[in-house]
């Protein structure tokens, strides 16, 4: 199976910066797509960001020039840096991968999500 960890969320001030970091560990895996999902209190789960392993992005319109994410496939991390930051950002983010574990096939895993507070 393969697990996803994440790091670096917490309280912020407006037009602050955190950097946010998944590890996803395991074995016999590859992963094409991971990404960045957040959920703010009463609204749907909605995408940040995801990357390809060739580079490929895609960002929300909301963090489209505030927020970048970047990868290490080697590493088989991802970061997601989120500047300029707005109390509208506040909710919990959640690392997502769609890894190709041999002999399971394409799976869809989650993070444990991590809490991003911004306020003054």
């Known amino acids: 199976q393969v697990q996803l960890v994440e790091s670096g969320g917490g309280l912020v001030q407006p037009g602050g910066s955190l950097r946010l970091s998944c590890a996803a560990s395991g074995s016999d895996f590859t992963i094409n797509t991971m990404g960045w999902y957040r959920q703010a209190p009463g609204r749907q789960r909605e995408l940040v960001a995801d990357?390809?392993?060739?580079?490929?992005?895609n960002y929300a319109s909301s963090v489209k020039g505030r927020f970048t994410i970047s990868r290490d496939n080697d590493k088989n991390t991802v970061y997601l840096q989120m500047n300029s930051l707005k109390p509208e950002d506040t909710a919990v983010y959640y690392c997502?991968?769609?890894?190709?574990?041999?002999?399971?096939?394409?799976?869809?895993?989650w993070g444990q999500g991590t809490l991003v507070t911004v306020s003054s």
């Open positions: 997502n991968a769609e890894p190709y574990v041999m002999g399971l096939g394409r799976l869809e895993v």
């Open positions: 990357s390809t392993s060739g580079g490929r992005t």
